[in-house]
């Protein structure tokens, strides 16, 4: 399996909902990412995970919660979003883990809208 | 700061025509530096990595530390090429992406 996968591809959510994004890589890569991508923009990075640890917080708000169960599971839960957070959340994972650059590869992404 | 630029947001050539995506970055060290492309309704994919050198349907990019760039060049461009193209440069901990170049190839 050399692929990332993302599940749901869609979701639609109101504020007060809480609902998880998921993210699998059989690749054996030590480090995976949370981005969050809006139209015609390149993706932000929110979460980098390097050995299941937590490595990086891109000052997100605490309303998004990254959880890495173990290393081929990425899980980001949502509680409480604001409309503008409506965008396309992408998973990417890497190699070598971080703090060593190395090419990322990318899930389709789940596109988020918040009612 | 600033790492990675990409001075065109939007590129249209002919097909057939040859096309060069620009890519200027700014690092201090040793850069690693990626192309991407986004197809549309697909998933980010990487085209080119400088240090493997290669040349992925038709597409190169040569490192110029001296200008600081990484430019995309295609000879001879191809109406599936039309896409979104990020330039991108890994560093320790953290992956910069350019602002992206959207790519028209006219038939």
């Known amino acids: 399996d050399t692929e990332v996968t993302q599940t749901p591809k869609h979701l639609v959510m109101g504020m007060t909902n809480k609902k998880s994004l998921k993210c699998e890589q059989h690749m054996g890569h030590r480090a995976m990412y949370w981005y969050k991508q809006k139209a015609k923009k390149p993706p932000e990075l929110m979460f980098v995970?390097?050995?299941?640890?937590?490595?990086i917080n891109e000052s997100v708000p605490s309303r998004f919660s990254p959880e890495c169960p173990n290393s081929s599971l990425l899980n980001l839960h949502l509680h409480a979003l604001q409309p503008e957070d409506s965008a396309l959340y992408l998973c990417?994972?890497?190699?070598?883990?971080?703090?060593?650059?190395?090419?990322?590869?990318f899930g389709p992404g789940t596109r988020l809208l918040v009612l | 700061a600033q790492r990675v630029t990409q001075p065109e947001k939007l590129l249209s050539v002919f097909k057939g025509a040859p096309v060069e995506l620009k890519c200027n970055y700014s690092?201090?060290?040793?850069?690693?530096l990626f192309w991407y492309v986004q197809y549309s309704r697909q998933r980010l994919q990487l085209l080119l990595r400088h240090i493997s050198r290669e040349s992925i349907k038709g597409f190169t990019a040569d490192l110029n530390k001296g200008e600081t760039s990484f430019h995309l060049k295609k000879p001879f461009a191809q109406e599936e090429d039309s896409a979104m193209y990020y330039c991108?440069?890994?560093?320790?901990?953290?992956?910069?992406f350019g602002t992206g170049t959207s790519l028209t190839v006219i038939p």
């Open positions: 690092y201090s060290g040793s850069p690693e």
């Open positions: 990417a994972s890497s190699q070598r883990a971080a703090g060593e650059p190395g090419a990322q590869y």
């Open positions: 995970y390097s050995y299941e640890k937590l490595s």
């Open positions: 991108a440069l890994g560093s320790g901990n953290q992956f910069y």
